[in-house]
């Protein structure tokens, strides 16, 4: 079977940066005129939680997409039990998020994490359809009750939803909806009345069948058909999340950034990680990759937002995955490639001048009794080193974009030429 590679956008070398944080007369120039927000979908949810939590006074604002609390998996270590709990939502006392608020308050006192009162003004969207059969959509709540309770403005600041607003009762599956036509191409003919919840997209990534499993790219087009009045093209989730935390969010238009390509090494400080097998042992691709908007490729002051963008099981660059019978990938080993990081962020990204980061997880093993066989972020302890410290400061991968995040937003070096890189 031949290998279908998507996208095909022009990438750049990761450039010698030379920052892009304020650095105009009357301002500091220390990169705290930025605003900066992160998201994620699924285990990339649950990471960006983590983020929001542990990091509390970087990230602003932060955007939950078929995920759950804060510290779900608290310090287990069996597998089975950790999907059984995060993802079926089995021995959740609905409405109960004491345990994730107590472990939270315990670690910013003992300084292992931001102070819990930067949640106080943290701009927070969660989405978790009533009708994803992945993650229990329960388990996204409890987030929401979690976030709410640290804010100072629950109503205003945190924006819990389980469906499309406006359009109660349109089925939405397990992942990311969007206004992008191109996503079609993985449809057939028995998903067209459900276009946002297509044949298989519900079932759960750990399904041990792979004729079953992943053979949508869990982002879906989302027109609205004829029985919904007004009937749209599509609806953009990114933008929606966006205007939420950021707020006066323009709508998409082309994407005419460019894509740099960075090393995920040069970001991660653990002395033990020095090798490319290295890093994917611990669940880290080999690249950074990072969506650069036109008008801010010249270090422009008006480029104040950066946002962290995280994918979710499956949708790290070298997943494959068989198009699915009746599609235009039938049959086909599809690469998921840039999917992601050439996907419904960018040209939203564009119209508003935000910088996106979009880290890369990879797996760890192949099989069902493995780790982590799918490539989804640590939102448990993937090694009994990381089980106290997987979801603070101290995490590996939390670290590692931290780091990124802190490149990203220093100082402009004052008088230097701006590193486009070569493409």
């Known amino acids: 079977m031949a290998t279908f590679l998507l996208g095909g956008f022009p990438l750049a070398a990761g450039d010698d940066f030379d920052g892009l944080g304020a650095a105009a007369e009357g301002e500091a120039g220390d990169g705290s005129a930025f605003q900066v927000s992160v998201s994620g979908v699924s285990s990339g949810a649950y990471m960006a939680a983590q983020l929001q939590v542990a990091y509390s006074g970087t990230f602003m604002g932060m955007g939950s997409i078929a995920g759950g609390p804060y510290f779900c998996a608290e310090n287990m270590t069996d597998i089975t039990e950790i999907k059984s709990k995060c993802m079926a939502g089995l021995g959740i006392v609905p409405g109960n998020y004491a345990p994730y608020r107590e472990k939270a308050i315990e670690l910013s006192n003992d300084g292992k994490i931001d102070d819990t009162s930067n949640l106080e003004e943290s701009r927070v969207f969660i989405f978790n359809s009533i009708e994803d059969q992945v993650i229990n959509p329960g388990l996204g709540y409890l987030s929401a009750l979690f976030f709410q309770y640290f804010s100072k403005n629950p109503t205003t600041n945190v924006l819990p ?105 040069n970001f991660v400080d653990d002395p033990a990680i020095s090798t490319l097998d290295g890093l994917h042992k611990h669940g880290i691709g080999e690249k950074l990759y990072v969506y650069m908007p036109d008008g801010c490729a010249d270090g422009s002051l008006s480029c104040s937002k950066l946002h962290v963008a995280l994918h979710g099981c499956q949708q790290f660059p070298e997943w494959e995955f068989t198009g699915k019978v009746g599609s235009k990938h039938a049959g086909e080993k599809v690469q998921f490639g840039d999917t992601f990081y050439n996907g419904p962020f960018n040209g939203v990204a564009e119209a508003n001048d935000i910088i996106v980061l979009y880290p890369q997880a990879h797996n760890i093993g192949h099989s069902e009794g493995d780790i982590n066989p799918y490539g989804c972020w640590e939102f448990w302890p993937f090694y009994k080193k990381d089980r106290y410290n997987y979801y603070t400061q101290a995490g590996t991968q939390m670290r590692m974009i931290k780091n990124m995040v802190d490149h990203f937003t220093r100082p402009k070096v004052p008088g230097a030429a701006s590193q486009r890189g070569g493409s």
């Open 161 to 265: 939803l389980n469906a499309i607003p406006g359009y109660a009762g349109y089925t939405v599956a397990h992942g990311l909806p969007t206004d992008m036509s191109k996503f079609d191409s993985y449809l057939n003919y028995a998903d067209e009345a459900t276009p946002c919840a297509p044949a298989n997209s519900q079932q759960s990534p750990w399904f041990p069948n792979e004729l079953y499993r992943g053979n949508d790219p869990w982002i879906y087009h989302c027109p609205y058909p004829n029985g919904y009045a007004p009937a749209v093209a599509g609806y953009s989730m990114v933008k929606e999340m966006l205007n939420h935390i950021h707020g006066n969010i323009k709508d998409a238009v082309a994407a005419e950034g460019r894509i740099l390509a960075y090393e995920q090494m």
